[in-house]
């Protein structure tokens, strides 16, 4: 059966962005479980043609892609998506825009311990044409000094981008944004400006995280 | 259909204009870099070549309102000129005089704004018409 769950698991350990808000997360009811339980929404709908037979893994998905059920598959997959940003994680809030379902207004706590602490940072998530085989697209829309995220708000991070894989929930990609927060990379900078002040001098680096959060994170 | 919102719609239009569109003649970019919601942009139009606008270089404003892209953008020239759409005080272009915005829809960009522009200093008209000293400002 095409399952997401075995996948993401896979993938959450192998791209290291696994993080201890990560871990704790899981022990959640997962959204796919609580989905799966439902009679109405059981997880087979998705391998069946409009006429009912049966296909086999994730290559069903490709034949259905050219069939008239694509509509039904699309919303099953925005469906799920809603599923799993309705309670995504501790400190992310999502909520789509009642004209454009495919359009979420997303807030991410600072983490802990980070120059971003106690900073609420508004994001906006859409899901393109083409999800879920490409990535969600993610943007800040809140100010924020970090090195990975440029001044338009765009985001460098491997799983927005080329390490995309349908099987990444729309939480695991917020969870990844939240963890940046914690883990920012100079060496691989967007906002080269700010990397060069977190490699020359990161505590007065972190020191301006903090004032800009301060500034224009805090409600 | 996916409904691309604005700012990731903006934000498309802008990776498209930092690579250069066409042949150079026409170019646009964000007014100011910092700017998050990205509503004011600086347009570039080389004038068409064989016509009075040759080789002029004229500068335009461009700003994307909330509605974009369902509304078209407000356009304005910074550069005089002397064209039927464009006001003759202010610069500003004339929604209703210009086909590429009276008949806006979402497959309409920036760029094409600019081309048709562009297009429109070349018509057996507008080919012609006495300009103002070149270089000058609104």
């Not at chain 1, 095409?2 to 993080?19: H, K, N, Y």
């Not at chain 1, 799966?36 to 296909?55: I, V, Y």
């Not at chain 1, 829309?141 to 995309?164: E, F, S």
């Not at chain 2, 070549?49 to 509304?71: Q, W």
């Amino acid at each position: 059966m095409w399952c997401r769950c075995t996948v993401f698991e896979s993938i959450g350990d192998c791209c290291g962005t696994r993080q201890s808000g990560i871990d704790s997360a899981d022990k959640a009811p997962h959204p796919i479980s609580v989905l799966a339980s439902s009679p109405a929404s059981s997880p087979s709908l998705l391998l069946r043609t409009p006429h009912g037979s049966s296909q086999g893994k994730s290559t069903a998905f490709y034949t259905l892609l050219s069939r008239p059920g694509l509509i039904t598959i699309l919303a099953f997959l925005i469906g799920l998506a809603h599923n799993q940003v309705a309670d995504p994680a501790p400190g992310i809030t999502a909520a789509p825009h009642d004209d454009n379902l495919r359009y979420f207004d997303v807030t991410i706590q600072g983490p802990d311990g980070s120059p971003f602490q106690q900073g609420i940072f508004k994001l906006e998530l859409f899901l393109p044409e083409e999800y879920p085989m490409a990535p969600p697209k993610v943007r800040f829309l809140t100010k924020i000094y970090h090195p990975n995220i440029d001044k338009l708000g765009r985001i460098c991070l491997d799983i927005l981008k080329d390490k995309w894989s349908p099987a990444l929930q729309i939480r695991t990609v917020l969870l990844s944004v939240q963890a940046l927060l914690s883990a920012p990379n100079p060496d691989d900078p967007l906002a080269p400006d700010v990397a060069k002040h977190y490699k020359e001098n990161e505590k007065d680096a972190q020191r301006v995280s903090r004032e800009w959060t301060q500034q224009y994170a805090s409600e | 259909m996916a409904k691309v919102p604005r700012n990731f719609r903006l934000l498309e239009e802008l990776e498209k204009g930092e690579k250069g569109i066409g042949d150079g003649s026409c170019s646009y970019g964000l007014e100011d870099g910092d700017d998050i919601m990205m509503s004011n942009w600086n347009g570039t139009i080389i004038g068409p070549g064989h016509t009075v606008h040759e080789n002029r270089i004229y500068s335009l404003k461009i700003t994307c309102g909330e509605d974009y892209p369902d509304r078209p953008p407000t356009v304005q020239f910074l550069s005089r000129v002397n064209l039927p759409f464009v006001s003759s005080t202010d610069g500003r272009v004339d929604t209703a005089r210009l086909p590429v915005l009276a008949n806006w829809n979402r497959n309409s960009s920036l760029e094409t704004v600019l081309v048709e522009i562009r297009k429109e200093m070349a018509t057996l008209t507008n080919r012609k018409l006495p300009q103002p000293p070149e270089g000058s400002m609104f």
